[in-house]
């Protein structure tokens, strides 16, 4: 097996832990990160960002939220040092591994990345969102107490905050799709 494989069985055992023992049995796999993994590849491949960096910065991403390590605003911190143990115990290389970290660590808004990379894996986590929206109203409803209003606000700050974080690029090729989501899901026209 290839690191990316290892790597990838790694963090679907650690999804099935999740799934089974944590209260809202939340699918990272199926809901997240299969689709972040998906999307940065083809972003990889358009922009000539490395494509096993980007892999394993994928499936990497949020592997503090999966593990339930710490809280989720610091889950790019915790991430970058879980994902540096586990690769570590496969005596990744350094070079490599430090730019896998740097996706990890830079993953929450393209604005942070310093590197085609991290752009990569930003941008991806972003559009993940626009690929799985049914997944955006769970988020939604869970953490609002079912009040509509507040679940509508919470959507649009939600889909905003998203297309504010893209980078440029990205944002240019997302346009119609973020106005065709605000048109359709949200009722707005933009
Ligand atoms: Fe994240
Ligand atoms: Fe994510």
């Known amino acids: 097996m290839n690191i990316i494989d290892i790597i990838e069985k790694e963090v679907k055992e650690k999804i099935d832990e999740y799934k089974a023992n944590a209260e809202d049995h939340y699918d990272f796999w199926n809901e997240h990160i299969k689709y972040v993994y998906i999307e940065n590849q083809k972003l990889a491949e358009q922009y000539g960002a490395d494509i096993e960096i980007v892999k394993l910065g994928a499936l990497l991403h949020d592997i ?67 690929d799985n929206i049914p997944m955006l109203f769970n988020s939604a409803y869970n953490r609002n107490n079912i009040n509509l209003n507040e679940v509508r606000n919470w959507l649009k700050e939600s889909f905003e905050k998203d297309y504010n974080d893209l980078s440029n690029k990205t944002k240019e090729s997302y346009k119609e799709q973020y106005r065709l989501i605000c048109k359709i899901v949200l009722g707005e026209d933009i």
């Open 64 to 130: 503090a939220l999966i593990c339930k390590i710490g809280d989720r605003k610091d889950h790019h911190i915790n991430g970058k040092i879980l994902a540096e143990e586990i690769l570590n115990k496969y005596s990744y290389p350094k070079e490599k591994m430090d730019r896998v970290l740097s996706c990890v660590y830079n993953h929450r808004s393209s604005k942070n990345a310093t590197n085609i990379e991290d752009l990569c894996v930003a941008d991806a986590d972003i559009i993940a969102h626009f």
